[in-house]
């Protein structure tokens, strides 16, 4: 098990970028995937980008295709969220999972396939 915190969140006007990071604690983060999640208000939780444990694969659903890059540093233990060109549909919390998984194949997308959650950190985006 690991717990993960997020940090980062904020109020950005469209267009500007944030960065969320997620610190995680235990001895085995280089084992883990990692993914990030969003949910907006009245809606359900949404993929957002998600990273193998070597940080060799990364995954991004279409909506935050070629504006939102992943990246992680197992030296420091923490996973972090580019987010640029933001928009006002971005506006979420975003959460951090981990899966304590070593392949490629561990269901990036997939809610249910992470066991450890963050408690989340808001992004508002205005317009």
């Known amino acids: 098990q690991v717990q993960l915190v997020e940090s980062g969140g904020g109020l950005v006007q469209a267009g500007g970028s944030l960065r969320l990071s997620c610190a995680a604690s235990?001895?085995?983060?280089?084992?883990?995937?990692m993914g990030w999640f969003r949910q907006a208000p009245g809606k359900e939780h949404e993929f957002v980008a998600a990273?193998?444990?070597?940080?060799?694969?990364?995954y991004f659903a279409d909506s935050v295709k070629g504006r939102f890059t992943i990246s992680r540093d197992n030296a420091k233990n923490t996973v972090s969220l580019q987010m640029n060109s933001l928009k006002p549909e971005d506006t979420a919390v975003y959460y951090c999972?981990?899966?304590?998984?070593?392949?490629?194949?561990w269901g990036a997308g997939l809610r249910d396939k992470y066991d450890n959650w963050g408690q989340g950190t808001q992004v508002t985006v205005s317009s």
């Open positions: 235990g001895r085995t983060f280089s084992s883990y995937a």
């Open positions: 999972a981990a899966r304590d998984d070593m392949t490629t194949s």
């Open positions: 990273i193998s444990w070597s940080g060799g694969n990364t």
